[in-house]
Every structure is written in structure tokens, then in C-alpha cells.
């Protein structure tokens, strides 16, 4: 009799605990929602800053210059 007390008060606890992760984590989905988007805002931002500081330095070495045949020499 002990044994099946003891069996119904730790199913009920894990129920309780299993209830508990599941509201936290729609909790936390519902709230990352924005904070994915602003992280993927900035991943694109710095792509595209070093992009540019690439092609500035591309630029500054005189590399694309003289594929283009913009430099007399």
C-alpha cells in the first residue's frame, strides 16, 4: 500500500513538472520571437559592413583599379 502511494505522489510530481516545463517553454518561444529577428538584423548588418571593408580595401591596393583599367601605368 506504501509502495503505491509513494508510485501516485512521484507520477503527480513528475505531471507537475513535466506541466511546468511546458508553460515555460511556450513562455520562452512567444518571447523569442523578437529577439531572433533583431539578432538575424544584425548578422545581415555585418555581413554587409564587411563586404564593404573588403571591397574598400580591394580598392586601396589598387587590385580592382587594375582590372579595371582605371589606373594609367
Known amino acids: 500500500m506504501e509502495n503505491k502511494n509513494l508510485q501516485e505522489k512521484e507520477n503527480k510530481a513528475f505531471e507537475e513538472m513535466r506541466r511546468a516545463g511546458k508553460n515555460l517553454q511556450e513562455s520562452r518561444q ?7 529577428r533583431s539578432n538575424r538584423l544584425w ?15 580591394l580598392f586601396a591596393i589598387g587590385t580592382f583599379g587594375d582590372l579595371a583599367n582605371w589606373f594609367n601605368g
Open 30 to 36: 512567444q518571447n523569442d520571437d523578437g529577439v531572433q
Open 43 to 57: 548578422v545581415w548588418l555585418g555581413a554587409l559592413v564587411l563586404i564593404f571593408l573588403i571591397i574598400y580595401w
